[in-house]
């Protein structure tokens, strides 16, 4: 039976390529952690919509433009446990690699460039800051200027990932995956091929309830047969030693349980591809032009 191959793959970037959520690293910075926590907490479970919080949040922090910059920092050093690696990987076996995002556009976009995603495959939330705020009448210090606003979008709503997930694919062929960890990513999944919940870093009981797919460790690794299916894994045991040992840490994550499904035909092929001691799955994968692996991430 086979596994499909996805050839779209959107991640979610707070909580899911990086341990933090950037809102709630800019109410630490201004004093205003647990009660911006609380509201971001509400909206990542479904409980409230995103757009009754989104503004609220920023506008208790009012941060500077130096300090959204700053959670840049904060997504890297925080990295999901292997994000890069997986990244590199599925753009080297032919993936499209996309970051579709509700936190802010400078960092989502430098944090996805790190970890060598095209800047036109991102999406966040674009801020603009009050000109005459914090030393306006030096014009090379402009980083002390305060929020203002932010740029109306779809990714401020809560079921307004969907709608970017379409822009993206646009006429493009291929199936389509997304993963992410909240509620909004789950009502995504309506415009893809495949939605996999992300629990490795905080788990949604909702979204864990009804994601198809579900991861339930820190890393990353089993994305990759879910996107690539067993040839992606095959495949990856002729790269450099440090994707061979991804591969071999993916089948054996997958091994111990660590995918669940709440789609029965789903886990049923699942199963049938990976989990059978040799897989028979005859499966196209698409490496990069020259077929030659990726570098180090």
């Known amino acids: 039976m086979r596994w499909p191959h996805y050839e779209h793959v959107f ?28 509201l971001t907490q509400a909206a990542m479970d479904g409980q409230v919509e995103l757009e009754d919080v989104y503004e609220k949040r920023l506008r208790a922090v009012r941060p500077t433009q130096q300090q959204v910059l700053d959670i840049r920092r904060s997504y890297k050093r925080h990295i999901v446990e292997d994000a890069a690696r997986v990244v590199t990987a599925l753009q ?18 430098e944090f996805g460039i790190y970890l060598g995603i095209p800047r036109e495959r991102i999406r ?14 030096e014009k090379t210090a402009n980083d002390d200027r305060r ?8 990714l401020t709503v809560s079921d307004g990932k969907a709608q970017i997930v379409r822009e993206l694919l646009g ?13 909004s990513d789950l009502r995504a999944g309506e415009a893809v091929n495949l939605f996999v919940g992300y629990g ?17 460790c820190q890393s990353l690794a089993p994305l990759l047969p879910l996107a690539g299916g067993p040839a992606a894994l095959r495949l990856l ?33 699942f199963r049938a ?17 020259d077929g030659s692996p990726p570098g180090n991430p």
């Open 237 to 269: 045991r002729s790269w450099p030693m440090h994707y061979q040992t991804l591969s071999t840490k993916a089948l054996y994550l997958i091994h111990t349980g660590v995918v669940t499904f709440n789609d029965e035909h789903l886990q049923s092929r």
């Open 147 to 154: 929020y203002l606003a932010h740029a109306d979008s779809a």
């Open 171 to 183: 006429q493009q062929r291929g199936r389509s995956l997304l993963v992410g960890d909240g509620y």
């Open 11 to 38: 991640f979610d970037c707070d909580s899911t390529l990086t341990a933090v959520e950037g809102i709630d690293v800019l109410a630490e910075s201004a004093g205003k952690g647990q009660r911006v926590a609380v």
């Open 124 to 137: 966040a939330v674009g801020l603009t800051y009050n000109e005459l705020s914090g030393r306006w009448w």
């Open 273 to 289: 591809a990976f989990l059978d001691p040799e897989p028979t799955t005859r499966e196209t994968i698409h490496p990069r032009p």
């Open 92 to 109: 080297g076996l032919g993936h499209k690699v996309y970051i579709i995002s509700g936190g802010l556009a400078e960092p989502v976009e």
């Open 200 to 216: 490795g870093v905080v788990t949604r009981p909702r979204v864990q309830a009804e994601a198809p797919a579900y991861i339930t």
